[in-house]
């Protein structure tokens, strides 16, 4: 099976721009979660999507947006990019719902950004 | 509310020497430990896991056991080798206290092996 895939593998944007990420799930996984990584911040949980649903989300500000579609891709949105977003993001895929909280993300190999 | 302390780095080793990483953790309900390792350029793969208490999770000689009464989760292995250098996040995913699908990260251990 093919792991996670993300495109594009890097970018570099300027401020007050827009930039739009997407993530391909593991085939039949059909939650996904993104994550940005940062040297002051580490890694820190963005929102997690199944089903087309947003299900979680965490304590980022509204210019992160993101989606799922029927077919489980997702993509993620930074609007009006501030040179604090520079980071490493990374999408994760897992099989099930998650409500045990036992299953196993499986992460992609990100996106850098590098907003100027 | 849920978060996850692992010793600072980095940590500098010979080849063939003992490693161990210390991880803790505070959490809401009853989560489930992972260790997590990434080399540089590439996102991050999955170590090892644990679901409950004094589960034992390994792979590839690595081992970790998850431990209710010291809420720690510490990485061990016997012999590491060079191609072992990387970082090491501990994490959890605590379903009461953070939701659905929601790892929480420690800061990361950097081990640099020498020949």
């Known amino acids: 099976k093919a792991g996670v895939t993300q495109t594009p593998r890097y970018l570099i944007k300027t401020r007050g721009q827009q930039v739009t990420l997407s993530c391909s799930p593991i085939?039949?996984?059909?939650?996904v979660s993104w994550y940005q990584q940062t040297p002051g911040q580490g890694l820190q949980f963005l929102f997690e999507?199944?089903?087309?649903?947003?299900?979680n989300k965490g304590n980022f500000p509204g210019r992160f947006s993101g989606r799922q579609f029927s077919n489980s891709r997702s993509e993620m949105n930074v609007s009006t990019l501030e040179l604090g977003d520079s980071a490493l993001y990374l999408c994760a895929s897992s099989s099930t719902s998650g409500g045990a909280g036992t299953d196993t993300q499986y992460f992609g190999p990100g996106t850098r950004l590098t907003v100027l | 509310g849920d978060s996850v302390t692992q010793m600072e780095g980095p940590v500098t080793l010979s080849e063939e020497a003992f490693l161990t990483i210390n991880c803790t953790y505070t959490a809401t309900g009853y989560p489930s430990l992972f260790w997590y390792v990434q080399y540089p350029g590439e996102g991050l793969q999955l170590l090892l896991k644990?679901?409950?208490?004094?589960d034992k999770g390994s792979n590839k000689g690595f081992e970790a056991t998850y431990r209710k009464e010291t809420t720690s989760f510490h990485l061990e292995k016997g012999s590491v080798q060079v191609s072992d250098s990387a970082v090491y996040f501990c994490?959890?995913?605590?379903?009461?206290?953070?939701?659905?699908?929601?790892?929480?990260f420690g800061a990361g251990t950097r081990l640099a092996v020498h020949p």
């Open positions: 644990a679901t409950k208490a004094d």
């Open positions: 085939s039949g996984h059909r939650s």
């Open positions: 999507y199944f089903s087309e649903t947003q299900r």
């Open positions: 994490a959890l995913s605590d379903p009461l206290g953070g939701g659905y699908n929601k790892l929480i």
